[in-house]
T-cell receptor, first 109, second 114 residues
């Protein structure tokens, strides 16, 4: 099935710095979901984007779906130590939900 | 609601042994799935089910069997464990099988095969 690629794989930031992760697909996506997994935990749903060019915000997190619906980004403003974890985007292929490789965020206090 | 529960939390097997990982949800969700997550990697879909009595293969089904006799339960069976199956296994469920539904994950089972 179609794959989504995430970059970067890892990101170290100083607390207070901004962070962005990108999700790219070679084909048009019907929608995209973002999940967060804390170290040692399980993935937790953050948000879903459906419309072309859609932008959604959750406090310091901003999610964007590209105009062509082939890419998406998650931006965190002024990171905190509670933002540590791995952020995954997903792709739906029929009944199958597949995940990108994730971006692991590490925050230095 | 307990949500999605998985047992056991940890398991060590010897090569060739068989076992069943249990998954249950109490949210009356139609769609259930199993993923494996290897260290530092994303999640790969093993099997999924769109409702009781219906299962299908995901990306990496070899070495695993599933069944869905009830809406609530979706066990994953390892037929003859191999070291390559050492991984963390997550079960997930959602309201139905459409692509727009939030997935609820269980806490995971950490499996080591020696």
């Amino acid at each position: 099935g179609q794959q989504v690629m995430q970059i970067p794989q890892y990101q170290h930031v100083q607390e207070g710095e901004d962070f962005t992760t990108y999700c790219n697909s070679s084909t048009t996506l019907s929608n995209i979901q973002w999940y967060k997994q804390r170290p040692g935990g399980h993935p937790v749903f953050l948000i879903q984007l459906v419309k072309s060019g859609e932008v959604k915000k959750q406090k310091r997190l901003t999610f964007q779906f590209g105009e062509a619906k082939k890419n998406s980004s998650l931006h965190i403003t002024a990171t905190q130590t509670t933002d540590v974890g791995t952020y995954f985007c997903t792709n739906n292929a029929g009944n199958m939900l597949t995940f990108g490789g994730g971006t692991r965020l590490m925050v230095k206090p | 609601n307990a949500g999605v529960t998985q047992t056991p939390k940890f398991q060590v097997l010897k090569t060739g042994q068989s076992m069943t990982l249990q998954c249950a949800q109490d949210m009356n969700h139609e769609y259930m799935s199993w993923y494996r997550q290897d260290p530092g990697m994303g999640l790969r879909l093993i099997h999924y089910s769109v409702g009781a009595g219906i299962t299908d293969q995901g990306e990496v089904p070899n070495g695993y069997n599933v069944s869905r006799s009830t809406t609530e339960d979706f066990p994953l069976r390892l037929l003859s464990a191999a070291p390559s199956q050492t991984s963390v296994y997550f079960c997930a469920s959602s309201t139905d099988w459409g692509p727009y539904n939030e997935q609820f994950f269980g806490p995971g089972t950490r499996l080591t095969v020696l």
